[in-house]
């Protein structure tokens, strides 16, 4: 007997199976959200992982840097499958690391690391892995959305909006730091 992936999410709904079995998703489909002057695409949260690991997408035009954050038990990765993203983080021991990704690059985030990225290209696309559950960050911080693009105008939530967020899925905003020039 063969068994057929769920193929549960659409543009009509959205939402990820929420438990782990087998699902495909077509391209652009996933949870959306905006989030400043990005659009997130949750493929793959801590539901379907049993809290091990989330995956998305992120797409953004040339921009502002994101806030300084960090998570203090939340790994994290980038991978850039389109256009050029600065990534910075605090290396733990005083000093930072700064590098322009391109197009195939990757990097990596270890929990409690202060960092940030901003888009260097015209546009920017990566691939990000995290610890399960941050995924749904970004969805509780901007708001969700049908569209497949990045907003025309920036979402920037109102204050409650995102210190709420932060604290449900344990991100922490450093507004004192600034590691991008």
Known sequence: MTAEFVR???DADPALPGRPVPYVLAAGEGERAHLFDQLFTVLLSGDETEGQFGVFTMEAPRGEA????????VHEIFYVLDGL??????????GRVDQV??????GYVPAGHRHTFRVESHRARTLGVNTGGFERFFAAAGERTASRMPPATPVVP??????????RYRNEFHVDAHLID
């Open 8 to 10: 549960p999410v659409t």
């Open 101 to 106: 990704l391109t197009t195939g690059d990757f």
């Open 158 to 167: 109102p204050p409650e909006q995102l210190g709420d967020a932060a604290r």
């Open 66 to 73: 994101i806030p300084v954050h960090s998570h203090a038990d």
């Open 85 to 94: 993203v600065r990534v910075v983080v605090e290396d733990g021991e005083g």
